[in-house]
């Protein structure tokens, strides 16, 4: 049931993004109708997990503790409605975008077979045979750079939506306060006088990056500024860590790799899902 209302909500926001003039909620259309079940499922959730968080009054020391215990200058904690829009936040990172680039990922391990190598032989030599922690992350540094790199070709927040909040001019073009701007990494992450060769898959642009820095915005799968993506550092790190723990295990089969095709929703993803075989590793020699 939540899938499909994620789904839902996924395909009316990709919808309606660019269409040139604005569709009142209050049109009883069956897109605004299917829209408003699923965001009622949605905040039904949500909403649900908050008030049982907050009536148990237990403590798991986990990201909606913290979000329950913020106070603002005032001293008075978030409403609701806040709350509601940083779960929200958090749940986009950390499965809707998370899985889109994991996707990615094990479709370019599966086209460079060397890549793909050196990922397991980093994982082999950091984790051996026992599960990765926390601990383990900083170490997993080419397997980051595969991340950074798939970030870069395919970024699950293909484009990102901005006010302008003074008059200015950008490459010629007037723009005024107000105006509302689309601003895609997709196309930045391609451009080839920042980019040598943009379209090859090479996890070595990212060697020795040790930060999440913007590269003066050429690179920002994750926004910028105040609004960057909250869960930017939780969907990194459980993408290296599921990257190196199955790749110690097993690998990725892409069936017919020549088909695989991106489709721009809310999220950039694989068009009609990504067709695979899992290749069980066999016994050490």
């Known amino acids: 049931k939540l899938d499909a209302a994620f789904e839902e909500l996924n395909r009316w926001v990709a919808r309606y993004s660019f269409v040139p003039f604005s569709v009142p909620m209050w049109l ?19 909403y649900g997990l908050i008030e049982q968080r907050q009536k148990s009054g237990e403590r798991h020391n986990d990201m909606l503790d ?11 904690p978030m409403a609701p409605s806040e709350l509601r829009d940083e779960v929200a936040g958090l749940y986009f990172a950390g499965h809707e975008t998370s899985a889109n680039t994991l996707t990615w990922a094990f479709a370019m391990l599966a086209q460079h077979p060397e890549v793909f190598a050196r990922v397991r032989e980093e994982a082999d030599r950091v984790l051996g045979d026992r599960p990765a922690t926390a601990e383990d992350v900083a170490k997993l540094e080419y397997t980051a750079m595969v991340v950074k790199e798939t970030l870069r070709l395919y970024p699950a927040g293909w484009i990102l939506g901005r006010t302008a909040t003074q008059d200015t001019t950008l490459r010629g073009y007037p723009v005024r306060k107000g105006d509302f701007l689309g601003v895609s990494p997709f196309v930045a992450h391609r451009m080839e006088e920042h980019w040598p060769n943009p379209d090859r ?10 930060t999440n820095s913007n590269r003066n915005f050429t690179y920002f799968p994750f926004g910028a500024g105040p609004h960057m993506c909250i869960g930017i550092h939780l969907a990194q790190v459980e993408m290296q860590i599921v990257l190196a723990m199955f790749a110690r295990r097993a690998s990725l089969v892409v069936e017919q790799p020549e088909k695989v095709r991106m489709t721009s929703k809310l999220t950039l993803q694989v068009e009609g899902g990504l067709p695979v075989r899992v290749a069980l590793r066999g016994p050490a020699t």
């Open 28 to 46: 009883p259309t069956p897109d605004n109708l299917k829209f408003k079940r699923a965001r009622a499922t949605f905040d039904g959730l949500l």
């Open 66 to 76: 913290a979000l329950l215990e913020a106070r603002d200058e005032d001293g008075q």
């Open 201 to 210: 898959f090479d996890p070595e642009r990212f060697a020795g990056d040790k």
